[in-house]
């Protein structure tokens, strides 16, 4: 399914004239010098490529998959085009790297009649250039003197690299493509995805034995052509290369892209998921503004209702990461734009929870939820694999992952904050677990006086009683949330008792008797049993909402009826 996705969108490519798309047996590739040869092959200058620090990416003729020495056509680093050797390297080989390059020039090109042909085979006699140094690193490509055009992009070279590959072609394996159905040569190899550092990952690759079955070697045990495994790895490259289409969320990729042409649907994706605004597609003032609404309705948690919008385009969502040499797929989703609303929409339903920081808050992206649960709110201290379960649960309408609520849970207890985006959460959770397993939804969005669930009702109190205590000693260094919220949560019979004694001190201090009033509201409504013993980690989290509710609904004011009784005596 990913696979003919990636194959169906290169196709969208390849028909653009526009999209400068790498073509069979080529690929886009970071070049980054260009070595200006004569007609003798001797080498008259040296022009870098290097743009703000980045080389240049060109289509080139497609590097090979490297696990030893092995040359590259007319596009290659200084070892193969030079013989120079890494001084850190714990073996030399820089002549059987030349002798390499060498060689593989002569077996395409020996009887081309070309100018350009003889010149890269001359310089091959006897490549000479005195200051290596200035391309020690980086890839290396061939241009004429007194022409504007690479070697590599002169008619003549792209004939008989065509002709190079079509005969490797013929000696592969044929059999009958997973991808396509049609029965053609099999890759047997798949190529290196870019966008990942050091590393350059493969889709598919079976590189040890013990991967293998049925006495097939390599690609021959996931038949996919040669013409599909192109497509798609060029596709992929195509999209991780593109800040139109990828958002980057700690160590998972979230790569995105609709069956046809669909700039706005593709801009409030890439802006729903966190990415920068410079760098959604570029669009007009209008298209802007209607992205814009868009994102209202999504943040009030409604579906918008317009006729700018393409409900059907069907769209593809892809979460990838690396782990060395394998690319890790953390989800896919594929579905049209409008259902994939309708989850977005639920999903903001589901953890909106009252608050000025909700109301005024931009949208709560993906990466925010994760920051809560991460130390210090680094991204690299978000906990693997979460951001894959998240998305799977927000895309897809299934329940957000145990483990998320669980690491919010771990944060509070640590850091003593609540913030709204963690309380939401954690709500959210709560009522999409109850949905699922057909049970009431518990937690509301603000202030519930009537629900009598008593992890929820402990952390109201709990709220009252940091009040008092601030009401009666202002700021002070500890409160009773440092020093008692994770033992309330753990054993609410052992601290209660010991908070309420407390309360009465704070009261009598600061003759606030509206708090006393709210104590005896919420107290009056446990069993006869009392405070419980213990919370489960689902009433811990109703605690920590029934704590949040108060706190917000205290930022609102008490009726105006209640603060004349109180100034005139109160109870």
Same mark, same amino acid.
């Given at each position: 399914?990913?696979?003919?996705?990636?194959?169906?969108?290169?196709?969208?490519?390849?028909?653009?004239?526009?999209?400068?798309?790498?073509?069979?047996?080529?690929?886009?590739?970071?070049?980054?010098?260009? /070595?200006?040869?004569?007609?003798?092959?001797?080498?008259?200058?040296?022009?870098?490529?290097?743009?703000?620090?980045?080389?240049?990416?060109?289509?080139?003729?497609?590097?090979?998959?490297?696990?030893?020495?092995?040359?590259?056509?007319?596009?290659? *680093?200084?070892?193969?085009?030079?013989?120079?050797?890494?001084?850190?390297?714990?073996?030399?080989?820089?002549?059987?790297?030349?002798?390499?390059?060498?060689?593989?020039?002569?077996?395409?090109?020996?009887?081309?009649?070309?100018?350009?042909?003889?010149?890269?085979?001359?310089?091959?006699?006897?490549?000479?250039?005195? *200051?290596?140094?200035?391309?020690?690193?980086?890839?290396?490509?061939?241009?004429?003197?007194?022409?504007?055009?690479?070697?590599?992009?002169?008619?003549?070279?792209?004939?008989?690299?065509?002709?190079?590959?079509?005969?490797?072609?013929?000696?592969?394996?044929?059999?009958?493509?997973?991808?396509?159905?049609?029965?053609?040569?099999?890759?047997?190899?798949?190529?290196?995805?870019?966008?990942?550092?050091?590393?350059?990952?493969?889709?598919?690759?079976?590189?040890?034995?013990?991967?293998?079955?049925?006495?097939?070697?390599?690609?021959?045990?996931?038949?996919?052509?040669?013409?599909?495994?192109?497509?798609?790895?060029?596709?992929?490259?195509?999209?991780?290369?593109?800040?139109?289409?990828?958002?980057?969320?700690?160590?998972?990729?979230?790569?995105?892209?609709?069956?046809? *042409?669909?700039?706005?649907?593709?801009?409030?994706?890439?802006?729903?998921?966190?990415?920068?605004?410079?760098?959604?597609?570029?669009?007009?003032?209008?298209?802007?503004?209607?992205?814009?609404?868009?994102?209202?309705? /999504?943040?009030?948690?409604?579906?918008?209702?317009?006729?700018?919008?393409?409900?059907?385009?069907?769209?593809? /969502?892809?979460?990838?990461?690396?782990?060395?040499?394998?690319?890790?797929?953390?989800?896919?989703?594929?579905?049209?734009?409008?259902?994939?609303?309708?989850?977005?929409?639920?999903?903001?339903?589901?953890?909106?929870?009252?608050?000025?920081?909700?109301?005024?808050?931009?949208?709560?992206?993906?990466?925010?939820?994760?920051?809560?649960?991460?130390?210090?709110?680094?991204?690299?201290?978000?906990?693997?694999?979460?951001?894959?379960?998240?998305?799977?649960?927000?895309?897809?309408?299934?329940?957000?992952?145990?483990?998320?609520?669980?690491?919010?849970?771990?944060?509070?207890?640590?850091?003593?904050?609540?913030?709204?985006?963690?309380?939401?959460?954690?709500?959210?959770?709560?009522?999409?677990?109850?949905?699922?397993? *057909?049970?009431?939804?518990?937690?509301?969005?603000?202030?519930?006086?009537?629900?009598?669930?008593?992890?929820?009702?402990?952390?109201?109190?709990?709220?009252?009683?940091?009040?008092?205590?601030?009401?009666?000693?202002?700021?002070?260094?500890?409160?009773?949330?440092?020093?008692?919220?994770?033992?309330?949560?753990?054993?609410?019979?052992?601290?209660?008792?010991?908070?309420?004694?407390?309360?009465?001190?704070?009261?009598?201090?600061?003759?606030?008797?509206?708090?006393?009033?709210?104590?005896?509201?919420?107290?009056?409504?446990?069993?006869?049993?009392?405070?419980?013993?213990?919370?489960?980690?689902?009433?811990?989290?109703?605690?920590?909402?029934?704590?949040?509710?108060?706190?917000?609904?205290?930022?609102?004011?008490?009726?105006?009826?209640?603060?004349?009784?109180?100034?005139?005596?109160?109870?």
């Amino acid at each position: 399914m990913i696979l003919q996705a990636l194959c169906g969108y290169y196709d969208r490519l390849a028909a653009n004239p526009d999209s400068n798309v790498a073509m069979p047996g080529w690929a886009v590739t970071p070049v980054s010098a260009c /070595i200006t040869l004569n007609d003798n092959g001797d080498v008259v200058n040296m022009l870098s490529l290097i743009e703000d620090k980045k080389p240049k990416p060109m289509i080139v003729p497609q590097q090979p998959k490297r696990t030893a020495v092995k040359a590259a056509f007319l596009c290659d *680093n200084a070892g193969y085009f030079f013989g120079a050797d890494d001084p850190k390297a714990k073996k030399q080989v820089g002549e059987e790297k030349l002798e390499a390059a060498r060689e593989f020039h002569r077996e395409i090109l020996g009887e081309i009649d070309d100018n350009g042909a003889r010149a890269v085979l001359n310089f091959f006699e006897s490549p000479a250039y005195e *200051n290596l140094e200035d391309i020690k690193s980086g890839n290396i490509v061939f241009r004429l003197e007194g022409s504007a055009e690479y070697i590599h992009d002169r008619p003549a070279m792209k004939a008989a690299w065509e002709r190079y590959n079509n005969k490797s072609s013929e000696s592969a394996n044929v059999a009958q493509c997973l991808v396509t159905g049609e029965t053609a040569p099999i890759a047997r190899l798949h190529g290196n995805l870019s966008g990942f550092g050091q590393d350059k990952p493969t889709v598919v690759g079976f590189n040890q034995e013990s991967f293998e079955s049925y006495h097939k070697s390599q690609g021959a045990n996931a038949p996919v052509s040669e013409s599909a495994a192109f497509r798609y790895v060029t596709a992929l490259n195509a999209l991780i290369s593109d800040p139109q289409h990828i958002v980057r969320m700690a160590d998972t990729k979230v790569i995105f892209w609709a069956e046809r *042409n669909a700039v706005i649907e593709e801009s409030f994706l890439h802006m729903l998921f966190g990415g920068k605004p410079e760098e959604a597609a570029v669009i007009d003032e209008v298209s802007a503004r209607k992205i814009g609404a868009l994102l209202s309705s /999504i943040r009030n948690g409604k579906r918008p209702d317009t006729p700018d919008i393409d409900s059907n385009v069907e769209f593809n /969502i892809l979460g990838i990461s690396a782990a060395k040499t394998r690319l890790v797929v953390r989800f896919f989703y594929s579905d049209t734009f409008g259902n994939l609303l309708d989850r977005i929409g639920a999903h903001y339903r589901d953890i909106e929870i009252d608050g000025a920081e909700w109301e005024t808050d931009k949208l709560v992206y993906p990466k925010r939820i994760l920051r809560e649960t991460a130390v210090q709110g680094k991204d690299d201290n978000i906990p693997p694999t979460l951001e894959g379960a998240l998305m799977r649960g927000i895309i897809t309408g299934s329940l957000y992952p145990y483990s998320l609520y669980n690491a919010i849970l771990t944060r509070i207890r640590a850091d003593k904050k609540i913030t709204h985006i963690r309380a939401g959460v954690l709500k959210g959770f709560l009522n999409r677990n109850a949905r699922f397993n *057909n049970k009431k939804e518990m937690m509301t969005v603000a202030l519930n006086t009537e629900e009598t669930n008593q992890g929820y009702l402990l952390g109201r109190l709990f709220a009252v009683l940091e009040k008092a205590q601030y009401e009666a000693l202002g700021s002070v260094n500890a409160t009773i949330v440092d020093k008692y919220l994770n033992s309330a949560l753990a054993t609410p019979q052992t601290v209660f008792p010991v908070l309420l004694p407390l309360f009465e001190k704070h009261v009598s201090k600061s003759e606030k008797f509206y708090s006393k009033q709210q104590v005896q509201q919420i107290v009056g409504q446990f069993s006869s049993g009392g405070f419980p013993q213990t919370l489960n980690a689902e009433d811990q989290g109703r605690f920590l909402i029934g704590y949040y509710h108060q706190r917000q609904d205290f930022y609102k004011g008490k009726p105006k009826e209640t603060e004349d009784n109180n100034t005139n005596g109160g109870n």
